[in-house]
Nanobody, 127 residues
């Protein structure tokens, strides 16, 4: 099992930026596909972004393309989500997730495919 801890959430005005971090312990992240998901009140958890083992392949949900960037630093066992041009509708609890993977370029965008989750960090965007 890998333990994940998110940080970097907070309150920001629309148009602002935040950088989320997900620090891992217990296992090296170099063997895991990493994903960011979010859940707003009354809504299901939704995919935001994912990055492959190698970092070569990334994927984003349409609503964040061009605004969010996922990256990873395997040496630091940390994954990041840079969020720019934030909108009110980005308000949610953001979760980091890890999935053990052998393919260096494969992604996973479905929550059920991930078996390691962080506790979440709140992002609130004021309009």
């Amino acid at each position: 099992q890998v333990q994940l801890v998110e940080s970097g959430g907070g309150l920001v005005q629309a148009g602002g930026s935040l950088r989320l971090s997900c620090a891992a312990s217990g296992r090296t992240l170099s063997n895991y596909v990493m994903g960011w998901f979010r859940q707003a009140p009354g809504k299901e958890r939704e995919f935001v972004a994912a990055i492959s083992l190698s970092g070569i392949t990334t994927g984003y949900t349409d609503s964040v393309k061009g605004r969010f960037t996922i990256s990873r630093d395997n040496a630091k066992n940390t994954v990041y989500l840079q969020m720019n041009s934030l909108k009110f509708e980005d308000t949610a609890v953001y979760y980091c997730a890890a999935r053990r993977e052998g393919n260096p370029v494969r992604l996973a965008t479905t929550p059920a495919l991930y078996d390691n989750w962080g506790q979440g960090t709140q992002v609130t965007v004021s309009s």
